[in-house]
T-cell receptor
């Protein structure tokens, strides 16, 4: 597809379960980001991948959160032992290397922890 | 703590009027400034970016940047009901050329 693709679009999970969220960036974009948007809050930076460089994980809120990017393309964000405060929209974005700040978002994965 | 502040609104304007959206930021080292539009239940969509002091125009949209005052604004001329959305200001932060800090957004309502 032409845009950033995320799956699942909606996920309801029980507290304590693990979840995986997937992102397929725009073809040719080397930079990939994960952001989180909670109700009434601004977007919160989680993690950044650029090519083969070590990712910037400085925004991950706890060690229950991890992310990987395989083959410089698809990324998976994993949340272990989910808590209710993890409920949010998880947005993936990508950008071309030449214009790292002009990032384009996917439609998001809406996570609800019950 | 690097912050980006926006008035949450709602800002209500009549159709055809100019909507003015404002944003202040705390990181004096910021170099890149962005405006995103987010419709309810949708993801943010990039509208404009600005790097230099002054005005930048794109169609009905004008971004204004004043680094000395740490202030960036977005003007929407001839506002349309379809412009009704939340507008997010974003600023690169922490000396990074990729990490953006977002404001919480201003809700704009354009009344027919």
């Amino acid at each position: 597809g032409a845009g950033v693709s995320q799956s699942p679009s909606n996920k309801v999970t029980e507290k304590g379960k693990d979840v995986e969220l997937r992102c397929d960036p725009i073809s040719g974009h080397t930079a990939l980001y994960w952001y989180r948007q909670s109700l009434g809050q601004g977007l919160e930076f989680l993690i950044y991948f650029q090519g083969n460089s070590a990712p910037d994980k400085s925004g991950l809120p706890s060690d229950r959160f991890s992310a990987e990017r395989t083959g410089g393309s698809v990324s998976t964000l994993t949340i272990q032992r989910t808590q209710q405060e993890d409920s949010a929209v998880y947005l993936c974005a990508s950008s071309p290397d030449r214009a790292r700040n002009t990032i384009y978002f996917g439609e998001g994965s809406w996570l609800t922890v019950v | 703590q690097k912050e980006v502040e926006q008035n949450s609104g709602p800002l209500s304007v009549p159709e055809g009027a100019i909507a003015s959206l404002n944003c202040t930021y705390s990181d004096r080292g910021s170099q890149s400034f962005f405006w995103y539009r987010q419709y309810s239940g949708k993801s943010p969509e990039l509208i404009m970016f600005i790097y230099s002091n002054g005005d930048k125009e794109d169609g009905r949209f004008t971004a204004q940047l004043n680094k000395a005052s740490q202030y960036v604004s977005l003007l929407i001329r001839d506002s349309q009901p379809s412009d009704s959305a939340t507008y997010l200001c974003a600023v690169n932060s922490g000396g990074s050329n990729y990490k953006l800090t977002f404001g919480k957004g201003t809700l704009l309502t354009v009344n027919p």
